[in-house]
C-alpha cells in the first residue's frame, strides 16, 4: 500500500519484519523478494535513486538499450505494491537499535513535514549515493546535460565514449586516477579542474607526454543542444569543443541515519559479507553504499541476496508463519 500522512496512524505499533530505506533499483529488489517470502516490510524512499537521473540503461540485461533508470524505478514499485508491500515517500532522519526492534524516525512531507517512527526486526540499507556535479553560477546549466553525454559512471558509460574527444572534470587528485581506465576506450582526452585545485608538475608532464592536456581554467558553462554537450566555454572566453565528458568529482552516500551504529566501513563504504549483512547482524546493505560495485544490475542482485537471507534467518527462529 501505498502510505500517505493521513494513513500513518494504521500502522502505529505495527512492527514490520523489514525496513528498507531508499527505492532504488536495490531497495525496489529486496522488497519484492522479500513480499514474495511472505515477510512484511515497508520501503522508505526519498526520491533521489541515482538510476532515477540515468535517461537510458545501455547495459541493463534484457531491457531495450534506451530505457531510462525512471522507467525501471516506476515498474519496480508498481511490482511491489502489487504484491502487498509498503511504500513511503519520506526521508529517514535516524535509526537507533532498541535491542529486538529498530525505531526509524522518519519525516513525511517536504511542506508542512510530520514526523513519525516506525519499527522493525531488520534495516535494509539501500539509500546509495549521489554524484558530486561541477559547481557553475548556473546549475541548471549542468543539469541539462548530466545523464545523457555528460556521463558520471565510467564503468557504466565508458563503451558511450570510445573514441571520442571526451572531458574529463576533476575535483581533486585523486580524481585523476580516472584517466587510466578511460584511456581504454579512448585517448582523446582533457582534463578540467575547474579551478578547484593545482596539478602538480610531473603530472602534467605526465599527462603530456599522453597528448592530454590540462586545463585548470575555470568553466563558465557548458555547451550544446538537446541534451547533448558539444564543449565548455571558460571563464577567459576560450571555447574548448568535445564529443562527450565524464564527471570524476567523488559523490556523497546517503547514511547518516545510520551514525552511532558503530558499522564497519571501508573509504565511507559500508563492508558487507556475502549475504549483504553488515556488521550488525540484522543490519543488511545493497547497491552503492556498500563495498562493491556499483551498478544498477548489481544492486538489484544484493537486494534478492538481502532479502533471501533475513528470511532465512527469520525462518530458522520462528520456523512456520500461521496462517492468514
Given at each position: 500500500m501505498q502510505l500517505t500522512q493521513q494513513l500513518l496512524h494504521e500502522r502505529e505499533d505495527y512492527i514490520y519484519d523489514v525496513i528498507v530505506i531508499g527505492g532504488g533499483s536495490g531497495g525496489l529488489s529486496a522488497g519484492v523478494y522479500l513480499q514474495r517470502y511472505l515477510l512484511n516490510s515497508l520501503i522508505i524512499d526519498k526520491g533521489k535513486a541515482r538510476s532515477f537521473w540515468i535517461q537510458a540503461l545501455h547495459n541493463y540485461l534484457g531491457l531495450p538499450s534506451d530505457t531510462p533508470g525512471r522507467e525501471l524505478l516506476k515498474q519496480g514499485k508498481a511490482h511491489y505494491l502489487s504484491i502487498g508491500g509498503d511504500l513511503?515517500?519520506?526521508?529517514?532522519?535516524?535509526?537507533?537499535?532498541?535491542?529486538?526492534?529498530?525505531?526509524?524516525?522518519?519525516?513525511?512531507?517536504?511542506?508542512?513535514?510530520?514526523?513519525?517512527?516506525?519499527?522493525?526486526?531488520?534495516?535494509?540499507?539501500?539509500?546509495?549515493?549521489?554524484?558530486?556535479l561541477p559547481q557553475l553560477e548556473n546549475m541548471q546549466n549542468v543539469y541539462n546535460f548530466a545523464g545523457y553525454n555528460l556521463h558520471v559512471c565510467l564503468l557504466c558509460d565508458g563503451y558511450e565514449m570510445q573514441n571520442q574527444q571526451v572531458g574529463v572534470f576533476c575535483a581533486s587528485q585523486s580524481s585523476l586516477e580516472v584517466v587510466s581506465p578511460l584511456s581504454w576506450f579512448?585517448?582523446?582526452?582533457?582534463?578540467?579542474?575547474?579551478?578547484?585545485?593545482?596539478?602538480?608538475?610531473?603530472?602534467?608532464?605526465?599527462?603530456?607526454?599522453?597528448?592530454?592536456?590540462?586545463?585548470?581554467t575555470p568553466i563558465r558553462k557548458?555547451?550544446?543542444?538537446?541534451?547533448?554537450?558539444?564543449?565548455?566555454?571558460?571563464?577567459?572566453?576560450?571555447?574548448?569543443?568535445?564529443?562527450?565528458?565524464?564527471i570524476?568529482?567523488?559523490?556523497?552516500?546517503?547514511?547518516?541515519?545510520?551514525?552511532?551504529?558503530?558499522?564497519?566501513?571501508?573509504?565511507?563504504?559500508?563492508?558487507?559479507?556475502?549475504?549483504?549483512?553488515t556488521s550488525h547482524a540484522r543490519?543488511?546493505?545493497?547497491?552503492?553504499?556498500?563495498?562493491?560495485?556499483?551498478?544498477?544490475?548489481?544492486?538489484?542482485?544484493?537486494?534478492?541476496?538481502?532479502?533471501?537471507?533475513?528470511?532465512?534467518?527469520i525462518r530458522s527462529r520462528e520456523g512456520s508463519r500461521p496462517k492468514s
Amino acid at each position: 500500500m501505498q502510505l500517505t500522512q493521513q494513513l500513518l496512524h494504521e500502522r502505529e505499533d505495527y512492527i514490520y519484519d523489514v525496513i528498507v530505506i531508499g527505492g532504488g533499483s536495490g531497495g525496489l529488489s529486496a522488497g519484492v523478494y522479500l513480499q514474495r517470502y511472505l515477510l512484511n516490510s515497508l520501503i522508505i524512499d526519498k526520491g533521489k535513486a541515482r538510476s532515477f537521473w540515468i535517461q537510458a540503461l545501455h547495459n541493463y540485461l534484457g531491457l531495450p538499450s534506451d530505457t531510462p533508470g525512471r522507467e525501471l524505478l516506476k515498474q519496480g514499485k508498481a511490482h511491489y505494491l502489487s504484491i502487498g508491500g509498503d511504500l513511503l515517500n519520506g526521508y529517514v532522519e535516524a535509526v537507533a537499535d532498541e535491542g529486538t526492534v529498530f525505531s526509524v524516525r522518519t519525516k513525511v512531507g517536504r511542506n508542512q513535514s510530520i514526523y513519525h517512527t516506525f519499527q522493525a526486526k531488520y534495516i535494509i540499507a539501500a539509500s546509495g549515493i549521489i554524484d558530486h556535479l561541477p559547481q557553475l553560477e548556473n546549475m541548471q546549466n549542468v543539469y541539462n546535460f548530466a545523464g545523457y553525454n555528460l556521463h558520471v559512471c565510467l564503468l557504466c558509460d565508458g563503451y558511450e565514449m570510445q573514441n571520442q574527444q571526451v572531458g574529463v572534470f576533476c575535483a581533486s587528485q585523486s580524481s585523476l586516477e580516472v584517466v587510466s581506465p578511460l584511456s581504454w576506450f579512448t585517448p582523446h582526452i582533457t582534463l578540467f579542474t575547474n579551478g578547484q585545485f593545482k596539478v602538480l608538475s610531473e603530472q602534467k608532464q605526465a599527462f603530456s607526454k599522453q597528448g592530454i592536456p590540462v586545463i585548470e581554467t575555470p568553466i563558465r558553462k557548458f555547451l550544446g543542444v538537446q541534451h547533448q554537450m558539444t564543449g565548455v566555454e571558460l571563464t577567459d572566453d576560450t571555447v574548448i569543443q568535445l564529443d562527450s565528458g565524464l564527471i570524476a568529482m567523488g559523490a556523497h552516500r546517503h547514511a547518516e541515519y545510520l551514525q552511532g551504529l558503530d558499522l564497519e566501513c571501508k573509504n565511507e563504504n559500508l563492508i558487507t559479507d556475502s549475504s549483504m549483512r553488515t556488521s550488525h547482524a540484522r543490519i543488511f546493505a545493497v547497491g552503492d553504499l556498500k563495498v562493491g560495485m556499483n551498478q544498477v544490475i548489481v544492486a538489484a542482485s544484493d537486494g534478492a541476496i538481502a532479502a533471501t537471507q533475513i528470511w532465512r534467518d527469520i525462518r530458522s527462529r520462528e520456523g512456520s508463519r500461521p496462517k492468514s
